[in-house]
């Protein structure tokens, strides 16, 4: 890196792939720089999009990107219900959702804008007894995590089709759109999980304007 970016660090505005951690991505860059890399904001391995990483000086602004509006393109499967509330879990329940329409998604959707509490998925990286909230799901233990505050700027219904709700969100940190998914389906009378998830834009960060992971050895910046 050149001596200003030695001072003020750097922001890789990054597409993470599905299927890998947010730590992966990280671990990625590490190999091919030398300084401190962390990152702003987790994604889960089943979701994509933009994923911010800090280099060097950089990672001292790490709590202030996190706190930047987020923007997500989601998609909710209605009528089944997975322990871990997205794609990559086990399916323990089932609801017939065939009559849920177009109009039926427009009326609820009110409910979730502006300022609400959700529960956060059991499945989840918060801490709980000093252990991770996932590793008890997994052990089978009881998880019961606290309500949270969150905002919901926007909700676009982009398309509903074959029991499945394609919607643009605008949230603030901290909100959980497994959790959206859950409750949004339960006020429709059934059950849902989230089909797939991806971050279309933190801040002034864009998909439009984010790296591939097979650009990063192209990149000036990460030479050393």
């Known amino acids: 890196m050149s001596n200003h970016d030695q001072k003020s660090g750097l922001v890789l505005n990054l597409r993470k792939p599905i299927g890998w951690t947010s730590n992966d991505v990280v671990q990625f860059v590490k190999r091919?720089?030398?300084?401190k890399v962390g990152h702003a904001g987790t994604l889960d391995p089943f979701a994509d999009g933009?994923?911010?990483?800090?280099?060097?000086?950089?990672?001292?602004?790490?709590?202030?990107?996190m706190g930047l509006v987020k923007e997500y393109d989601a998609t909710i499967e209605l009528g089944i219900e997975t322990d871990t509330l997205d794609i990559s879990g086990r399916i323990t329940k089932r609801m017939n959702a065939?009559?849920?329409?177009?109009?039926?998604?427009?009326?609820?959707?009110?409910?979730?804008?502006?300022?609400?509490?959700?529960?956060?998925?059991?499945?989840s990286a918060l801490?709980?007894?000093?252990?991770?909230?996932?590793?008890?799901?997994r052990e089978g233990r009881e998880v019961a995590l606290a309500r949270r505050r969150v905002k919901i700027h926007v909700i676009n219904l982009m398309a509903v089709e074959e029991?499945?709700?394609r919607l643009q969100i605008v949230c603030s940190k901290g909100t959980y759109i497994?959790?959206?998914?859950?409750d949004m389906a339960l006020a429709l009378g059934s059950v849902g999980f989230l089909r797939s998830l991806t971050r279309t834009r933190v801040?002034?960060?864009t998909?439009?304007?984010a790296n591939s992971l097979t650009r990063l050895t192209e990149l000036e910046t990460l030479k050393t």
């Open 32 to 35: 091919r720089a030398a300084v």
């Open 50 to 65: 933009v994923l911010l990483v800090c280099l060097g000086a950089a990672t001292k602004r790490a709590a202030h990107l």
């Open 98 to 123: 065939s009559a849920i329409r177009k109009k039926n998604v427009e009326q609820i959707i009110p409910m979730f804008i502006g300022d609400i509490e959700q529960t956060p998925p059991q499945y």
């Open 127 to 137: 801490w709980m007894n000093g252990q991770r909230a996932y590793w008890l799901a």
């Open 163 to 165: 029991c499945r709700i």
């Open 178 to 182: 497994r959790s959206l998914a859950r």
């Open 203 to 205: 801040g002034d960060y």
């Open 207 to 209: 998909l439009a304007t």
